[in-house]
């Protein structure tokens, strides 16, 4: 059945109204290219005060709007449901509710949240996919007329689990001329160019989801050779160094918080030094007290990483070079962000670790671990899985030539995943409605960006809310409650202190019961309206 009909005849879900068919239609409509990076650092970027070369995207930036206060959900499969939803992933049964016994509220999304392209394919969208999936149920059932989809995560250069147009694909055999980031590129430009040769009279979705710079650290030696020694000084020197320069950027205003000495990988893996050798350390010592060792192996470490971002970027020139060719920058919106904080996880998976290989490569399972991802995370706190600043913090750039005049600017108003669909669905000509059967089901929390692409302005959501592995945080105004699972509330002010150095729990009690009892309703709402 014709997916248009069948959506109306059995519309079980979020449905659209068009206003106006024939405006909504309209060729003034915007193509969207939605890019992913994963456990991207919130200052990796070159135009978010990062040293690694991302000239692609620090052109976007400067062509179009950065964000400073811009959240994910601090981890990958949540915040991938939620930046195509506009629900927080409680909602739609994307993460675990607080409290929850074994994985509870982990599962399929309801029948009213449904993913943005089968939205927009009501709206006369052709939608595509490319790279990292990991939401529930496959692409095609979910709206894309083509897809790549790697579900391998532990292998860049042979993966075992891809697929296309969700047919499963033949595993990579060591040895042969692949790498995710570069195939993942290579499929998003050959649906760019049937597109343009086919479906030229459709504007298009296309969701590309690199792997990169998530674990295992495995680059191409060319890439980790023009960042071999660039480290060397460590962490807290380029923590610092970053923070400076985003500071002169006007994208921050504080310093970065001390690091946390005594804070290691969110999982503990015990057996992993023994694994990955004398070199490997599971704790942000200060970098003058490690042995020439250990500093040796970590900045190799830090340099595979940026090898890694340094080719994303240069996959994401491909793309738009595409995009120009077909005549399509200039009436595409770009959004570009990460789907949280640099990871300061160790661990050892996939195909082991070869300690004699060459760091990088296939045979090697390396992961950033929690001093350089303090680095990485500049000038913010903590990491991915937690929900302090650092883990929940993305860059997100919009670049839009035909509807964004004000060119290189920043926006300070705070905004979350839940906003990304809001803001595709209206600019598609549709308007966002919940209905389920009839019945109301819950409010979108996302508000559209639509009204930022013109100039800054106050904050649009009355609260933002979080909640991952029992990490939980709330943020009201400038205000943010926040506790590490098993920790005490911590009350920051992050108009002056968005590094959270300075907990105000003690001073304002008053503020943290108020904001604890909202972070509670929301939860209890959260967890009523999951499947």
Known sequence: MNIRLCIAVVWAGMTLTASASEEARAPTRPNFLVILADDLGYSDLGCYGGEIATPQLDALAAGGLRF???????????????????????QVGRDVHYNAPGRGGLGRRPAWARLAPVLLRTLGYRCYHSGKWHIDGKPLENGFDHAYTLDDQDRFFAP?????????????????RYYATTYIADHAIACLQEHA???ADQPFFHYLAF????????????????????????????????????????????????????????????????????GEVLRPLPWDDLTPEQRTFQATKMAIHAAMVDRMDRNIGRVLDQLKAMGA????????????????????????????????????????GPGFSSAANSPLRRHKTWVHEGGISTPLI?????????????????????????????????????????????PVP??????????????????????????????????????????????????????????????????????????????????????
């Open 68 to 90: 400073s206060q811009f959240y994910n959900t601090a981890r990958c499969w949540p915040s991938r449901a939620v930046i195509l939803t506009g629900y927080y992933a409680q």
């Open 160 to 176: 075992r689990q891809h697929a296309r147009d969700d047919q499963p694909l033949p595993a990579v055999e060591a040895g042969e």
């Open 197 to 199: 040769r086919d479906h």
């Open 211 to 278: 792997t990169s710079p998530h674990f295992p650290l495995h680059a191409i030696p060319e890439d980790i050779e023009r960042y071999r020694h660039r480290y060397e000084a460590g962490w807290d020197v380029l923590q610092a160094e970053r923070a400076a320069r985003l500071k002169e950027l006007g994208i921050t205003h504080h310093g970065p918080p001390p690091i946390e000495r005594d804070l290691g990988p969110p999982y503990d893996f015990p057996q992993n030094r023994d694994r990955l050798g004398p």
């Open 329 to 368: 920058f200039d009436n595409t919106l770009i959004l570009f962000a990460s789907d949280n904080g640099a990871s300061a996880e160790i661990m050892v998976r996939g195909d082991g670790h070869d300690p004699q290989a060459p760091p990088g490569s296939g045979a090697t399972f390396l992961c950033l």
């Open 398 to 442: 919009m670049h839009w030539p035909a509807g964004i005049t004000d060119r290189g600017a920043v926006r300070h108003s705070p905004g979350h995943f839940i906003d990304v669909t809001p803001t595709l669905i209206e600019l598609a000509g549709g308007q966002m409605q919940t209905t389920r059967s009839g019945d109301a089901a819950p």
């Open 446 to 531: 996302g508000k559209s960006l639509v009204p930022l692409l013109t100039q800054d302005g106050p904050a649009r959501h009355s609260e933002l809310w979080w909640c991952h592995d029992d990490h939980r945080a709330i943020r009201v105004g400038d205000w943010k409650l926040v506790a590490a699972k098993g920790d005490p509330w911590e009350l920051y002010d992050l108009s002056t202190d968005r590094g959270e150095t300075h907990n105000l729990a003690a001073e304002h009690p008053d503020r943290v019961r108020e904001l604890e009892s909202l972070w509670l309703q929301r939860a209890d709402e959260f967890r009523r309206c999951s499947p």
